[in-house]
């Protein structure tokens, strides 16, 4: 199994900033796409960000220009960079990432346990 962890949420005021860590670890062998989703109350989960390990990224167009993915490979860590934010940002944020366990690189899915993102006006 691949456990995620993430870290960074908060509270901060419309045009700041934040920075979401999310760490994967367990029985890892290899990892592929990895990503934010958030959702807010009553709306459906929705991609922010993704990026694949081969560094290719994929953004919300709601985000484009603000928010920046990245990640560390040797530490299995995905990132988030969060500027510029909006009150329309808040959410509750998830790290998900797509991991193969073994050499079939048959590959699972796995959530993180989400980090609550709150951009008051």
């Known amino acids: 199994q691949v456990q995620l962890v993430e870290s960074g949420g908060g509270l901060v005021q419309a045009g700041g900033s934040l920075r979401l860590s999310c760490a994967a670890s367990?029985?890892?062998?290899?990892?592929?796409?990895m990503g934010w989703y958030r959702q807010a109350p009553g709306t459906q989960r929705e991609l922010v960000a993704d990026?694949?390990?081969?560094?290719?990224?994929n953004y919300a167009d709601s985000v484009k220009g603000r928010f920046t993915v990245h990640r560390d490979n040797v530490k299995n860590t995905v990132y988030l960079q969060m500027n510029s934010l909006k009150p329309e940002d808040t959410a509750v944020y998830y790290c998900k990432a797509h991991a193969a366990l073994d050499s079939s690189h048959r590959e699972y899915q796995y959530w993180g346990q989400g980090t609550q993102v709150t951009v008051s006006s």
């Open positions: 990026i694949t390990n081969g560094g290719t990224t």
């Open positions: 367990g029985r890892i062998f290899r990892l592929n796409t």
